[in-house]
């Protein structure tokens, strides 16, 4: 569980300013008591004004909806810490929804999600939360970089599982990838990141969903035209360690092969490694040996340090 996303909840509601508009004023007051004492019946009661109330400014609507959003993550929080699961609070955290996405909850969703093994929507809630960090508008405090560390670790490991493939979310406003796609959230500086670009066993041949991972990265390098990239190739311990060697190199370079098709041009550095490096899993205890087995075999890109 990612811990410190329940620390950080109360601290960001009761940093919202109510503006000195009246009637708008009340509004905000009114929320905010009730978030403070998780008096969920009187912030629901308070949808419809928050989007029609006359005094409120347009640009002030998002703040009071987030505020209302974490008076249901504070409830939450509350009873966590009182002895009930995670599991239980995802009705409230949905509700929370219904105000504001907010990161936390699209955090902790994911981690029931990822819990319960339903790893493409648990992908989908972690990459949906980097992005919301990485907007300062919408998530005006940072969280401490450790935190996005680890949910960025969570949200490659549930990709690298899912069934199929899960393709990055896109900023509708700019149409840039974010998600796994970003090579810096906030102050979180992305230096590698493990692709869901599949192989056939024992082979360099993708698999329908590495196909669909490959043709994503492609397109993502030809936007964003970085001047170099590296790709690791790496294997589980199963068979001879110079086999796995051999067949993470040809991994390696089978992708730079396939990116250069699409027309990338800068310099692709490959290397394979073999089972010399397992993967460094954000709680090993969550997975079955399968799993870990799969998220050893894996390619991974290392984006250049001025990308």
């Known amino acids: 569980m990612i811990d410190s996303t329940r620390l950080l909840l109360l601290p960001i509601a009761l940093a919202v300013a109510s503006p000195a508009l009246g009637d708008c004023e009340s509004l905000s007051t009114t929320i ?165 670009v599949t192989f056939e066993s024992g082979s360099d041949h993708f698999t329908p969903k590495g196909s669909e991972a490959a043709e994503e990265l492609a397109n993502l390098l030809l936007k964003r035209a970085p001047h170099s990239i590296s790709i690791v190739g790496h294997t589980d311990e199963r068979g001879p360690a110079t086999q796995n060697q051999s067949l993470s190199q040809r991994r390696a370079e089978a992708l730079a092969d396939f990116l250069r098709t699409r027309g990338y041009r800068g310099q692709i550095h490959t290397e394979g490694k073999g089972e010399a490096q397992p993967a460094v899993l954000s709680d090993p205890s969550l997975y079955s040996q399968e799993e870990i087995w799969q998220l050893n075999r894996r390619v991974e890109l290392i984006w250049p340090e001025n990308s």
């Open 32 to 196: 905010q008591q009730a978030a403070r004492t998780g008096d969920l019946a009187t912030i629901a009661e308070q949808r419809e004004r928050i989007a029609t109330e006359p005094t409120c400014p347009d640009a002030f609507r998002p703040k009071l909806s987030r505020m209302a959003a974490y008076g249901y993550l504070r409830v939450a929080n509350t009873r966590i810490e009182a002895g009930a699961s995670l599991q239980q609070q995802k009705d409230l955290l949905l509700q929370s929804l219904e105000f504001a996405r907010t990161w936390q909850a699209l955090a902790m969703l994911g981690d029931i999600a990822h819990a319960q093994k339903g790893y493409e929507q648990s992908s989908l809630y972690y990459q949906q939360a980097l992005s919301l960090i990485n907007d300062p508008v919408v998530t005006e405090a940072e969280p401490p970089e450790p935190v996005i560390a680890k949910l960025h670790q969570k949200a490659s490991e549930a990709r690298m599982l899912a069934d199929r493939y899960v393709a990055t979310p896109v900023n509708h406003r700019s149409g840039s990838a974010e998600g796994l796609a970003l090579t810096t959230v906030r102050s979180f500086s992305v230096k590698r990141v493990p692709l869901p």
